[in-house]
């Protein structure tokens, strides 16, 4: 693996004009990362080009859509067809039909849905329709869980808002916040604890099924099943943060991997095929009460739009004719690279967990199993960030922060993969040295 040296760069020049125009010089806080993130000029497969023409295999996949690599030649050309029709019309198409009727025959939970443009707005309205479905305020979110950028769940959360040190963001109103407990995740007792308490309170309960916003957390055996029932015998709507691990462990997500149907679940990311999407359904009960058939509002000028549901629907299709192959190919790459880790990590006689799933892997570099957020907490981030930096300069590009997660698509090669395990394998010795 060649080092690539990192010097004065044209990256270097946009960020310092990015940082005039954009907080932080950036849209969106993860991609922010010292001394100064690459900017992109093109991705191909499962490569990113910089702006100084350096190539980067990548495993952050713009967090997690790109699960058929980047600028997919189906997609493409599915979306240029659909460009000559126009972009959106403010009126309901028949493409957003078939849209809702794919997602439904592959997500088990979803009766009926809505399409949104950001998973953000998938979880606000979930959860404002399971207050309002419930009548009940109060909701349960896990620590290290992160459910987008809206008000109700930012306390505690994972993402960026762990890596730069705001779990519980500022401008939000201590009133918007009194009704969201946060309980640790994989703790049932903690959880019938909080159902004892207040169960009658408590409008809903939402959790990633596999946390991918705190590095890579799995649930313990059995406790999604726990959760599911105490929810279901307290009238609590379960809502299942799908917007990672939806049409990512599974075609039909977590619940067929775990074989949990939640009530709501949230989906976003690899349903919008690289274009602005978010999506939330589940029984036709609760979702029967969204406006305008119901009291519950929900809107959205770009939902449903034409181009991101072509994308959307290209990419399901493609994951429903494949679906044995690019699973059962992603799984089997993904404990490739579990497995590399691990060894090479107790080869150099460090200690460190790596956590995986499906086609989601992350290394946390510390000697306690990772299972939640306070272990997640334990790792050495400092390590993690040189270990990142010198990945960077092998030419392999990970999300930036102990708290997000690498994932695979089908365009990852074997050469790929054995070219990034031999540069990990180096860079976990070099976050020792330096
Ligand atoms: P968006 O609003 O970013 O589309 O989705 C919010 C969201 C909701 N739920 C889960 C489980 C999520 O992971 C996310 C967004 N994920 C982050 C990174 N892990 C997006 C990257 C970013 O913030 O730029």
Do not use: W
């Amino acid at each position: 693996m060649t080092q690539q040296k990192i010097k004065e760069t044209r990256s270097k020049e946009l960020f310092e004009r990015a940082k005039k125009i954009m907080p932080g010089g950036v849209n969106s806080p993860v991609r922010a990362f010292s001394p100064y993130p690459f900017f992109t000029a093109r991705a191909e497969g499962s490569k990113l080009i910089d702006v100084d023409g350096r190539t980067y295999i990548d495993y952050c996949l713009s967090y997690g859509p790109l699960i058929l690599g980047h600028a997919n030649p189906v997609i493409i050309e599915a979306v240029k067809e659909k460009l000559n029709e126009g972009t959106m019309y403010g009126t309901p198409t028949e493409l957003e039909i078939e849209f809702a009727e794919t997602v439904a025959k592959a997500v088990p939970c979803i009766e009926m849905m809505r399409a949104i443009s950001s998973g953000t707005e998938a979880t606000m309205h979930a959860i404002r329709a399971a207050r309002g479905h419930t009548g009940r305020d109060k909701i349960v979110k896990f620590e290290g869980c992160y459910h987008g950028a809206h008000d109700y769940v930012l306390v505690k959360a994972g993402s960026g808002a762990s890596t730069f040190g705001s779990p519980d963001s500022l401008g939000v109103p201590r009133d918007t916040v009194k009704n969201t407990v946060v309980l640790p995740y994989n703790d049932v007792e903690a959880f019938e604890e909080a159902v004892r308490k207040e169960g009658s309170e408590i409008a809903a309960v939402i959790l990633e099924p596999v946390v991918g916003n705190a590095g890579v957390i799995l649930p313990e055996k059995g406790y999604l099943q726990a959760l599911r029932k105490i929810t279901e015998k307290n009238g609590i709507v379960l809502i299942f943060d799908e917007v990672i691990t939806g049409f990512r462990l599974a075609l039909g997500g977590a619940q067929e991997y775990y074989g949990v149907k939640p009530d709501l679940v949230t989906l976003g990311k690899i349903i919008g095929g690289g274009f602005p999407i978010g999506a939330y359904g589940g029984k036709r009960e609760i979702m029967s009460k969204i406006s305008p058939v119901g009291p519950i509002y929900q809107a959205g000028t770009l939902s449903g739009n034409p181009v991101s549901v072509t994308a959307g629907l290209t990419v399901l299709n493609i994951l429903m004719e494949k679906r044995l192959e690019i699973y059962g190919g992603l799984e089997k790459n993904g404990n490739k690279m579990a497995k590399g880790l691990r060894d090479y990590a107790s080869d150099a006689g460090i200690e460190a967990q790596v956590n995986n799933v499906a086609s989601m892997f992350q290394i946390f570099f510390t000697g306690t199993p990772v299972k939640d957020y306070a272990s997640a907490k334990s790792s050495d981030t400092k390590r993690f960030t040189k270990y990142h930096r010198n990945l960077l300069q092998k030419g392999v590009f990970i999300p930036p922060s102990q708290f997000e997660t690498c994932f695979l698509s089908t365009a990852h090669t074997d050469e790929d993969l054995n070219r990034t395990l031999e540069a990990m394998g180096t860079a976990i010795k070099a976050s020792e040295e330096e």
